[in-house]
């Protein structure tokens, strides 16, 4: 490292840590400059760049992932990889930051975390909904796919944190995973067996009716009584019918 760089390095130590000042930003902007010029390939060198400064401040994220994305806003997929293998940890910090800073779709964003750290989906999910949850479906759906070995997990901790959004969550799931239809519905009558009409119903009307008769199985098998499992699956056939047509 250059006799510039620990000069910078050294001042951003002594600059606070606990406030974004002018001076601080300006020491990052400087100081990711200067690592990103050490390196001929520029995608690389975003990614290390950011990777550098966050495994020695981590605290900092804030500052050096804006002035990372203020200059260079198209690379932002890098920028994401470099901090995550820096500091995994800092897994909903990256979140936050990239959807505030309004540089790609929620999505996008979510697909590159839980691909580079699949061990913190739960906490990736739950951010990325809070933020915007009106994207829930999306982002249940992209993150299920993403990683199916660990779609159960997310999907549970999803519908015990978001219960009033079970139907939201199940249906993202089913879309995303339709060859585990029996499973999720199960799993979710577990989790909620007084939403049992709901779940029913939310399941066939998101699933192809050959999944139909399963669904029913399915549910008497957990404890759902005969007559109601068949009226919420009606329920659910008349309602995936009504969609089709609009």
Do not use: W
């Amino acid at each position: 490292m250059t006799r510039l760089i620990y000069i910078l390095l050294l001042s951003f130590i002594i600059t606070p840590s606990h406030a974004q000042t002018d001076k601080q930003v300006k020491v990052v902007t400087n100081l990711f400059e200067q690592l990103v010029e050490k390196e001929i390939n520029t995608n690389i060198a975003i990614q290390r760049s950011v990777s550098i400064l966050l495994k020695n401040y981590p605290e900092s994220v804030d500052t050096v992932l804006n002035v990372a994305l203020s200059k260079y806003p198209s690379e932002y997929k890098q920028i994401m990889i470099g901090a995550l293998r820096a500091e995994p940890a800092l897994s909903c910090d990256v979140i936050d930051i990239m959807i505030k800073a309004n540089i790609a779709d929620i999505t996008d964003i979510v697909q590159i975390a839980i691909s580079e750290e699949p061990a913190y989906a739960k906490e990736i999910v739950d951010r990325a909904s809070i933020q915007n949850p009106t994207e829930m479906e999306s982002i249940i759906r992209v993150a299920v796919l993403v990683e199916p070995s660990i779609a159960q997990n997310v999907i549970k901790n999803t519908m015990l944190t978001y219960p009033e959004k079970v139907h939201v969550i199940l249906s993202a799931a089913i879309k995303a995973l339709p060859e585990q239809v029996v499973d999720l519905v199960k799993s979710t009558l577990n989790l909620f067996p007084k939403k049992a009409s709901a779940v029913i119903t939310t399941a066939v009307s998101s699933s192809h009716s050959k999944n139909t008769r399963n669904i029913i199985k399915t549910a008497i098998l957990s404890g759902v009584s005969k007559s109601l499992a068949t009226t919420a699956a009606l329920a659910g056939e008349e309602k995936k019918s009504k969609i089709a047509k609009q």
